[in-house]
């Protein structure tokens, strides 16, 4: 009779074991089944990165206007003489020689998704878009230029990647343009905002980053390039990684 009783016993605990079991592993499936249906029904969208979190930007130059870090405010400044930084060495936009650089460092790391510069009237067209996973310290090209101007080594450039480059005519349906406003500046017609949207189109540009480099070729005025704004939009790493 005794063992009678314990062989019972045994064969509830066993049942209740493997219903407890059945109802954890229906749990999850209803779980992962909403999950992915509110995923579709509500996707991530790209949204400001440069903006969102602690975002640094430096430049090559000062200039005479507002620091690199204006193109990164939080919020977007209007005034003309403090909220845009300029590659200019006086306020007749006396261009600085040579090439120019704006630097955008990330927290964590992102992938990106667009790109809009927000021009003043004193624009580039023949700039390069370059990402990283570590700084870029020097004016050197990315990885598939083969420019003379290109002072690193092959290795090197191995850890810079193109996301955009302007100068290539494959990629100009890459980027959008837009113009409103008057510039204060100057006399003539001329917009005070040019803004230059980007959708990279390379595989590179799939790779995640935590340094954006806008590196200007050359003004497409003479003037020294001006730039209200940087703005990167796309998510963060850990949210598109599977």
Same mark, same amino acid.
């Given at each position: 009779?005794?063992?009678? !009783? +314990? !062989?019972?016993?045994?064969? +509830?605990?066993?049942?209740?074991?493997?219903?407890?079991?059945?109802?954890?592993? /229906?749990?999850?499936?209803?779980?992962?089944?909403?999950?992915?249906?509110?995923?579709?029904?509500?996707?991530?969208?790209?949204?400001?990165?440069?903006?969102?979190? &602690? +975002?640094?930007?430096?430049?090559?130059?000062?200039? &005479?206007?507002?620091?690199?870090? #204006?193109? #990164?405010?939080?919020?977007?400044?209007?005034?003309?003489?403090?909220?845009?930084?300029?590659?200019?060495?006086?306020?007749?936009?006396? *261009?600085?020689?040579?090439?120019? @650089?704006?630097?955008?460092?990330?927290? $964590?790391?992102?992938?990106?998704?667009?790109?809009?510069?927000?021009?003043?009237?004193?624009?580039?067209? =023949?700039?390069?878009?370059?990402? /990283? !996973?570590?700084?870029?310290?020097?004016?050197?090209?990315?990885?598939?230029? *083969?420019?003379? $101007?290109?002072?690193?080594?092959?290795?090197? *450039?191995?850890?810079? @990647?193109?996301?955009?480059?302007? $100068? =290539?005519?494959?990629?100009?349906?890459?980027?959008?343009?837009?113009?409103?406003?008057?510039?204060?500046? +100057?006399?003539?017609?001329?917009?005070?905002?040019?803004?230059? $949207?980007?959708?990279?189109?390379?595989?590179?540009?799939?790779?995640?980053?935590?340094?954006?480099? !806008?590196?200007?070729?050359?003004?497409?005025?003479?003037?020294? #390039?001006?730039?209200?704004?940087?703005?990167?939009?796309?998510?963060?790493?850990?949210?598109?990684?599977?």
């Amino acid at each position: 009779p005794s063992s009678s !009783l +314990v !062989l019972r016993h045994s064969s +509830v605990s066993v049942s209740s074991v493997l219903s407890s079991q059945q109802q954890k592993h /229906s749990n999850d499936n209803y779980h992962q089944q909403e999950q992915q249906r509110q995923e579709q029904e509500h996707p991530l969208m790209p949204r400001n990165l440069s903006r969102f979190g &602690n +975002v640094t930007a430096t430049a090559d130059v000062r200039g &005479n206007l507002g620091p690199a870090s #204006v193109v #990164v405010q939080q919020k977007p400044g209007s005034d003309w003489l403090h909220d845009r930084w300029q590659a200019a060495s006086n306020m007749h936009g006396k *261009n600085i020689p040579g090439q120019h @650089w704006i630097l955008l460092e990330f927290e $964590t790391k992102i992938v990106v998704d667009s790109i809009q510069l927000d021009w003043e009237t004193a624009y580039a067209s =023949d700039y390069r878009i370059e990402g /990283s !996973l570590e700084p870029m310290t020097d004016i050197s090209m990315a990885k598939g230029n *083969n420019s003379s $101007t290109n002072t690193n080594n092959s290795s090197n *450039n191995e850890k810079i @990647w193109m996301l955009f480059d302007g $100068t =290539d005519p494959s990629q100009q349906r890459a980027r959008s343009e837009s113009k409103s406003g008057q510039s204060p500046g +100057v006399k003539a017609k001329l917009p005070l905002h040019i803004v230059h $949207t980007i959708r990279p189109m390379t595989t590179a540009a799939k790779k995640p980053i935590r340094y954006l480099r !806008l590196h200007i070729l050359k003004s497409a005025t003479g003037w020294g #390039v001006s730039l209200w704004q940087f703005d990167v939009y796309g998510f963060l790493e850990k949210e598109v990684v599977q």
